[in-house]
Nanobody, 125 residues
Framework: QVQLVESGGGLVQAGGSLRLSCAAS????????MGWFRQAPGKERAFVAA????????YYADSVKGRFTISRDNAKNTVYLQMNSLKPEDTAVYYC??????????????????WGQGTQVTVSS
């Protein structure tokens, strides 16, 4: 079992920055990949970014590439999402997720067995 708690969301003006954090507990943190997803009102939950267990590989949705950076600190059992140059269309509830034992594509929601409660990010124009 893995427990995930996100923090760092809030209200920011377009062009601004936020850093989301996700603290994990339970299974050995360095043994699984982590992802960030987001869900805007009336839309499906969508992939944002993922990072391998070692932090050596990262993956991004095209819509955030060059603006967002995912990282992890295995000593602190925490994964981060640095979000720069934010746009109103980035407004959503952001969720962190932990890879399940079966593995799979990091872009796919079904690869992740554990989810945080979500943190709201609102970008005003």
């Amino acid at each position: 079992q893995v427990q995930l708690v996100e923090s760092g969301g809030g209200l920011v003006q377009a062009g601004g920055s936020l850093r989301l954090s996700c603290a994990a507990s339970g299974r050995t943190f360095s043994s699984y990949a982590m992802g960030w997803f987001r869900q805007a009102p009336g839309k499906e939950r969508a992939f944002v970014a993922a990072i391998s267990w070692s932090g050596g590989s990262t993956y991004y949705a095209d819509s955030v590439k060059g603006r967002f950076t995912i990282s992890r600190d295995n000593a602190k059992n925490t994964v981060y999402l640095q979000m720069n140059s934010l746009k109103p269309e980035d407004t959503a509830v952001y969720y962190c997720a932990a890879e399940g034992a079966k593995g799979g594509s990091y872009y796919y929601r079904g690869t992740y067995d554990y989810w945080g409660q979500g943190t709201q990010v609102t970008v005003s124009s």
